[in-house]
């Protein structure tokens, strides 16, 4: 019940947000939205101990079906875009996951990278797509629904922060149950959980799965927010920062990655406005910070205050 | 035949320039069990420093041959500084994490050197274009090709086998090994292990600063050149296996040849076809090939 209160408040506070702020907070709150949906996805993978350095291959997948839909089959409806992405990145995870579920460890986070830098291999090659470059797209409609001038971002806004709700409340109940405990116990001792009679193979695959299709919606988020993708979504480092944003938020709680990624989007405006030249020094730094001093992330740092209070 | 000269040499040049990345990779991954993502910003740093001081070298007006000796320099200098300070500063009060909280820290390492180096050289490109041109030319198959990458495979060849023959040939080496096989054991035996990683991360760094610095003469040095490099040379230590020299090695030729080759024949797949043999190895044995597997515990 706590759960949907928070929840339910937080998205009126959106939906507020979408209605009366200025466009460029729109904007920022749309990436920070996306990058939190993909951090969510990356955080259920990590209740089983994996870390995946390749989430944007599932970024990119998602991001580039909503820009094909609306680039090779003129369809312009933003929801329609949406659920493709995330049926894409859902599918390419359900393949892929055949594979990488029986890997571990760091082999777990190579192979996963490696098979992202070979969808940026491909993209950066394929000139149909654009090339580096990429290429933009429009989307016109949101449910058949034309926008009025000025207001596609905040409808975005809006559709995304719902999808973000509903995933966020879906992960929190899986999280919360039999399931969560399970990841947890494949982290903690694999060979144990197959003693047991559980399967870890079919809880790494099924987690897989969920971050693929969070990814994949994520990507196709930011892909609508910017208007424009391009082989970057799929590169390594654009990984890597899912990978600092989990970190920076912790895996304790499903509204961390939407706290640490706002967090994120709001200081790299500033960096970006006021000291372009040291935005990944002050990155790496926060990072070595909080990986020695606040292991558990910044969200440990509220829980103990709302312990104490 | 003519034809396929050239992408066998090609892919050999190539394949030693990522074996001088991968060797210090695996090296330390082998002694120290971190993957180091601040390899890519050690060969950047080798990189800028060669720019330097062979450009201080030359504007000097010094004979022009010297130059190479101060691409040697860069990289001594390069490793023997920032190897030390990073192991000592930093990694050394990290041991017994986990491996995949030690990528993380390095990769933090690698954000904030990315940003040093651009306070430091600036953001614009540097160029070194003597000791490559230097050399000259020499005809193969009929085409000219530099000799500057006969050098390059020669530096590959002498490193790996110096690395052998200090591992398996000099005492420290073969105590270094017993700090790999066991590392509590080795203390126990009165091996100063905490020393020996504090060699090895040297070491390690110094080998990437010696990719960066030959490299050098080669490209336009600009901000950003670690970050392609660092995935390359992890493709190339997962393909023989992490930790193992020749793993590495082979892995190296192999990536090299598979690359000049799709290079030659299909030029669209280059990026796509070294991270494709990586999926490929990883997918038939997934250690790599050459780990040796490790026995499930409780």
């Not at chain 2, 054991?185 to 110094?206: E, K, P, Q």
Request: hydrophobic fraction near 60%; charged fraction near 10%.
């Amino acid at each position: 019940m706590k759960a949907l209160a928070a929840a339910a408040v937080a998205f009126a506070l959106l939906i507020a947000l979408a209605l009366l702020a200025p466009q460029w907070l729109v904007f920022m709150a749309m990436l920070a939205l996306a990058k939190g949906v993909v951090v969510l996805g990356l955080v259920v993978l990590m209740r089983t101990g994996l870390v995946s350095f390749g989430q944007g291959l599932y970024f990119g997948i998602g991001a580039y079906a909503a820009a094909l839909l609306s680039h090779q089959w003129h369809i312009a409806d933003a929801a329609v875009m949406l659920l493709a992405a995330a049926a894409a990145g859902g599918l390419l995870a359900a393949l892929l996951g055949l594979l990488l579920a029986r890997y571990r460890d760091i082999f777990f986070a190579m192979l996963s990278l490696a098979l992202s830098m070979i969808l940026y291999g491909l993209l950066v090659k394929s000139a149909a797509l654009g090339s580096t470059d990429g290429f933009n797209l429009h989307a016109r409609t949101f449910f058949g629904i034309a926008f009025a001038s000025g207001m596609e971002r905040r409808v975005f806004l809006i559709a995304g922060s719902a999808c973000a709700v509903v995933a966020a409340l879906m992960v929190h109940r899986l999280l919360d149950g039999h399931w969560g405990r399970l990841a947890s116990a494949v982290r903690d001792n694999e060979l144990r959980v197959s003693y047991l009679g559980a399967s870890p193979y079919r809880v790494v695959y099924f987690n897989y799965l969920i971050a693929g299709t969070l990814a994949g919606l994520g990507g196709a988020l930011a892909a609508l927010a910017v208007g424009h993708v391009d082989p970057e979504t799929t590169y390594w480092t654009t990984s890597g920062e899912f990978v600092f944003i989990a970190i920076l938020g912790g895996t304790q709680s499903i509204m961390a990655p939407f706290v640490a990624a706002a967090i994120f989007e709001t200081l790299r405006t500033i960096a970006s406005q006021y000291a372009p030249n040291v935005w990944q020094m002050s990155l790496g730094l926060a990072m070595l910070a909080i990986i020695m001093f606040q292991p558990a992330g910044l969200w440990s740092l509220a829980e103990r205050w709302r312990r104490s209070a | 035949m003519s034809n396929i000269l050239p992408v066998v040499f090609d892919g050999i040049a190539y394949g030693s320039w990522l074996f001088l990345m991968s060797a210090g990779l695996t090296l330390i991954y082998g002694v120290m069990r971190i993957l180091n993502v601040a390899h890519g910003s050690l060969y950047a740093l080798g990189a800028y420093a060669a720019c330097s001081f062979a450009g201080a070298w030359l504007n000097g007006g010094l004979p022009a041959a010297g130059s190479f000796g101060m691409l040697l320099l860069a990289a001594i200098v390069v490793g023997g500084l920032v190897g030390p300070l990073l192991e000592r500063g930093l990694l050394q009060w990290m041991y017994g994490k986990d491996e995949v909280v030690l990528v993380l820290v390095t990769y933090a390492v690698f954000l904030i050197m990315e940003d040093v180096i651009k306070l430091v050289w600036g953001v614009d490109s540097l160029l070194l274009p003597e000791p490559y041109a230097l050399p000259g030319n020499f005809s193969l198959g009929g085409l000219a090709y530099p000799v500057y990458n006969l050098l390059l495979i020669g530096m590959a060849l002498v490193t790996g086998l110096a690395l052998v023959w200090a591992l398996y040939r000099t005492r420290q080496g073969k105590l270094l090994l017993a700090v790999i096989h066991d590392r509590e054991m080795s203390m126990a035996m009165g091996i100063n292990v905490s020393r020996f990683y504090l060699a090895t991360f040297t070491v390690g760094a110094t080998l990437a600063a010696l990719g960066g610095a030959l490299t050098a003469p080669t490209v336009a040095v600009t901000p950003g050149i670690g970050v392609e490099v660092i995935v390359l040379a992890f493709a190339v230590v997962v393909i023989g296996g992490l930790g193992s020299l020749g793993g590495a090695a082979l892995g190296a030729l192999l990536v090299g040849l598979v690359r000049s080759a799709t290079v030659r024949y299909w030029p669209e797949a280059e990026l796509f076809s070294i991270y494709a043999v990586m999926a490929i190895v990883l997918i038939a044995r997934p250690k790599g090939l050459f780990a040796v597997q490790e026995a499930r515990k409780i």
